[in-house]
Structures are given as C-alpha cells and as structure tokens.
T-cell receptor, first 115, second 111 residues
Framework: DGGITQSPKYLFRKEGQNVTLSCEQN?????MYWYRQDPGQGLRLIYYSQIVNDFQKGDIAEGYSVSREKKESFPLTVTSAQKNPTAFYLC??????????????FGDGTRLSIL | QKEVEQNSGPLSVPEGAIASLNCTYS??????FFWYRQYSGKSPELIMSIYSNGDKEDGRFTAQLNKASQYVSLLIRDSQPSDSATYLCAVGTGGSYIPTFGRGTSLIVHP
C-alpha cells in the first residue's frame, strides 16, 4: 500500500538538542511539505520541496532545516534555535502534474515535546 | 495574501441531521478545493475534492462549489457521532503547489 510514513510517532527533545523527524513516501510524489500544528490551531507551513535537491522556506522556517536528497525522503531537523518546538508535525506530499490541482496527502504525524 | 475562512465552531448537530460546513476564499484564481477530516490527535484525511461549480456527492458527503460567490461547502447527511471531528478546507491555485488551509470547523454530533 502506498503512503507516507512519519517516524517517530512521539519525540522528546532536551534543551540545546537538535532532533530529526523522518518522512518517507512511496507514492512517487514530487512535492513534499512539512507543517506544524499547535493545539486548536491551523496548519503552518515550515518548508516545502517540489523536486529533489531543492526546497523553499515556508511561513515559519526559522529554527528548522530540511534536506531532499531522494525523492522519497524529506527529513526535518528541529534545531536548538527553535525555542518553542512543542507541536504536532505533519509531513505531506502531492503529485505534481500538468496542473497543480492535486490534493495533499498526509502522514500520521510526529508529536514533539520538550523534556 | 490568500485567505481561507472557516467558522471555528463548534457546530453541534443531533445524530441523523444534516451538518453544513462552510468555507470562503479570497483568491478568485483558485481552481481546486479540498475537504479534510481531522480527528483529535490524528492527521488530516482527504474526504472530498471538487474543481467545478456545482455539487459533488460521495456517499453521505456532498461538496458544493460556487466560484462566483467564492465559497465551498460540505454537507454531511445522516450525521453520526463518528463524524465528530475538525473539518479543514483547503484551496489551491493553478501554478502554485501550496494550498491554503482554513483553520478548520469543529463538528460535534451528539446522540
């Protein structure tokens, strides 16, 4: 079955530590995205990538970094510069075709907390 | 600035009733419209896509699109307690690969 796998499901970060959230998809989608969701809030875009080896900052990129070395993978690193990292992190992917009118599909999410 | 507006709710309906969820958007160039359901603590799940004016039905769900008035709605017939969730509206614009999400409407279906 095709889908998006995020791991781990829960993650705890110590003060001053960088942590990496994994996102892998086998849908053969070109575009991948990272969102942050805080309780009772909407989705906020952190980073996105439309093709391998290229990615763009979203609305709240400060304190985060990404890489896109493979089409299937788009890991997100939450650095120590992100002072309020506690949130639900969602990875999404989307097929890019002749038109961009495709829906995004989401992984199950990673819940990050500070120790 | 592209905006997608939803009433945050909660919208409370009795079991068996029709739940009507609304979404308005600001960008007249919008071409694709999506409804996602998000249960508490879970990720969004795509339930409907609509691209043309009019109604699109899928089981108990009907999406309605009116581009002239810039709104899209989701009707849930015969609402069940299991429909209780937050419903997110997302709008896409041709040429952009970043949809704009509304903040969601919380739906509560009570027995």
């Amino acid at each position: 079955d095709g889908g998006i796998t995020q791991s781990p499901k829960y993650l705890f970060r110590k003060e001053g530590q960088n942590v990496t959230l994994s996102c892998e998809q086998n849908l053969n989608h070109d575009a991948m995205y990272w969102y942050r969701q805080d309780p009772g809030q909407g989705l906020r875009l952190i980073y996105y990538s439309q093709i391998v080896n290229d990615f763009q900052k979203g609305d709240i990129a400060e304190g985060y970094s990404v890489s896109r070395e493979k089409k299937e993978s788009f890991p997100l690193t939450v650095t120590s510069a992100q002072k309020n990292p506690t949130a639900f992190y969602l990875c999404a992917s989307m097929r890019v075709g002749a038109n961009s009118n495709q829906p995004q599909h989401f992984g199950d999410g990673t819940r990050l907390s500070i120790l | 600035q592209k905006e997608v507006e939803q009433n945050s709710g909660p919208l409370s309906v009795p079991e068996g009733a029709i739940a009507s969820l609304n979404c308005t958007y600001s960008d007249r160039g919008s071409q694709s419209f999506f409804w996602y359901r998000q249960y508490s603590g879970k990720s969004p799940e795509l339930i409907m896509s609509i691209y043309s004016n009019g109604d699109k039905e899928d089981g108990r769900f009907t999406a309605q699109l009116n581009k002239a008035s810039q709104y899209v709605s989701l009707l849930i017939r015969d609402s069940q307690p299991s429909d209780s969730a937050t419903y997110l509206c997302a709008v896409g614009t041709g040429g952009s690969y970043i949809p704009t999400f509304g903040r969601g409407t919380s739906l509560i279906v009570h027995p």
